[in-house]
């Protein structure tokens, strides 16, 4: 083989790799935890002393959806499980509020995960917290003094509040407070009003220990940066290859994945002119003004990164923006595409009556004069009985794109309700571009300014 071949078979394996590194990155953000500190050392200290110290802690962690929660307890949970004494002595169990709908079920995989299914066997319990407490005594090791710590996450925990009775949650506490066994009961929620959901049996045994998780704050970062700018830091992050050695041979999880420290820096430079791009800030801005939540953002650089192959080697601007447009569809523009030709061309007359009125609502009547006068101008547009148009106009209306002003009036003949249009000029543009197979007649009279 000669060296110009063994040059390219290089280039397409490090390409390959570069995927898999940069995937595997992208999708595993608990590897390395950014922000929320002090939230996540709090976290931390509990696990370690349930751990640790046999002590028995609960605490609830409350945060809007994509805050972190998920990330935090799994990047907290892999810290610790580089110790020896955790790896070997605690057991984690993770429910569900979605999955676990009674605590029957939720019992029953806590035995699964705990692996204590053998143990079990045909038992009868009478009740729940009997089957409980003989789940944690059966944990209890040689010397029937030290027992193993158990680990409870309760994601989607104000689910778990509709339990009957909350027993589930009652005996958890129960056994935290009593310290019967070294047991840590974590609950994550995107409810502020969690506690008021807890019986008062229950909310007595609870710790009131609540870390509370807000969107957007980087108040841990070293220099305080704005949050969009914090978001640029975390695409260049996301995006870069380890140019050196020594951190290929660090990065456990990534041992299969071993980049060439030259290849590496000069991918890195790429992508940090990519991030001086005009075109790929504005892009990057749009979609944090859609979404700011990091879930999305690392799903829309998964997107991007898998169009790398051997016969594309580079991440281009154009494969930001492709990827971009599953993450910014607007989704009235996509029902507009779904329309038949007779309704969008009341959509259209619709715009044009709402731009020449200034906003003012408009009635069926209105629409329906403007659509014939188009449609008798263009003989390509073929006429229908005002009854079908009507129909269509109803439709509209049950797409909700149109508002009944002051309310739907039974006294009014439906013809002449007033409604108001809820669509832009831009969005109902968007879709006469979108859509395939409109008239050409109808795709320029959306476009004359009236």
């Not at 940069?22 to 929320?36: D, G």
């Not at 605590?103 to 409980?132: I, Y």
């Not at 969009?228 to 260049?236: I, S």
């Not at 939540?293 to 990164?305: D, G, K």
Request: proline share 3%; aromatic share 10%; hydrophobic share 40%.
């Amino acid at each position: 083989m000669n060296k110009k071949n063994m040059a390219i078979d290089f280039q397409d394996n490090m390409i390959l790799l570069t995927r898999k590194y940069l995937k595997r990155k992208i999708m595993c953000p608990e590897t390395k935890f950014r922000h929320h500190i002090k939230e996540r050392m709090h976290i931390l200290e509990l696990l370690k002393r349930t751990v640790e110290m046999g002590e028995s802690n609960s605490a609830l962690l409350i945060g809007p959806r994509g805050s972190g929660k998920t990330t935090l307890i799994n990047s907290a949970l892999k810290e610790l499980s580089y110790i020896k004494s955790f790896k070997e002595n605690a057991l984690i169990v993770n429910l569900h509020g979605l999955v676990h709908t009674d605590d029957r079920l939720a019992l029953k995989d806590a035995t699964r995960q705990m692996q204590l299914e053998n143990v079990v066997g045909d038992k009868v319990f009478g009740t729940f917290a009997e089957n409980l407490t003989f789940l944690l005594d059966s944990l209890k090791s040689g010397d029937k003094k030290r027992s193993k710590p158990v680990i409870f996450i309760l994601d989607e925990f104000d689910l778990f509040c509709q339990h009957h009775n909350q027993t589930l949650l009652y005996n958890l506490f129960d056994v935290a407070q009593s310290a019967q066994a070294p047991i840590c009961v974590i609950g994550m929620t995107c409810r502020l009003d969690v506690i008021e959901l807890l019986e008062k049996r229950v909310k007595s045994r609870f710790s009131h220990r609540q870390i509370f998780l807000f969107p957007g704050d980087t108040s841990s970062s070293e220099q305080p940066t704005s949050a969009f700018d914090d978001r640029l830091e975390l695409f260049q992050h996301l995006l870069s290859l380890p140019d050196d050695e020594n951190v290929n041979r660090i990065e456990h999880q990534y041992e299969d994945c071993t980049i060439d420290p030259q290849f590496g820096s000069v991918w890195n430079e790429y992508i940090k002119s990519l991030v001086s791009n005009a075109t790929m800030v504005n892009l990057l801005k749009r979609m944090y003004q859609i979404d700011i939540s990091e879930r999305s953002f690392r799903n829309f650089l998964a997107m991007a990164v898998s169009t790398l192959s051997e016969k594309h080697q580079r991440l281009e601007v154009n494969d930001f923006v492709e990827a971009s447009k599953m993450f910014t569809q607007d989704d009235k523009v996509l029902m507009l595409e779904g329309l038949s030709v007779l309704e969008m061309c009341l959509i259209i007359s619709m715009k044009h009556e709402t731009e020449i009125y200034d906003g003012e609502p408009f009635n069926f009547e209105a629409i329906y004069n403007r659509y014939i006068k188009f449609a008798n101008q263009n003989s390509s547009i073929q006429t229908v009985q005002k009854p079908v148009i009507m129909k269509a106009f109803e439709h509209i209306k049950n797409l909700e794109f149109l508002l009944p002003v002051g309310g739907m009036n039974s006294k009014v003949e439906k013809e002449y309700q007033y409604y108001k249009f809820l669509l832009t000029p831009q969005q109902v543009l968007e879709a006469v571009k979108n859509y395939s197979g409109l008239p050409t007649e109808v795709a320029q009279w959306a476009v004359i300014n009236m």
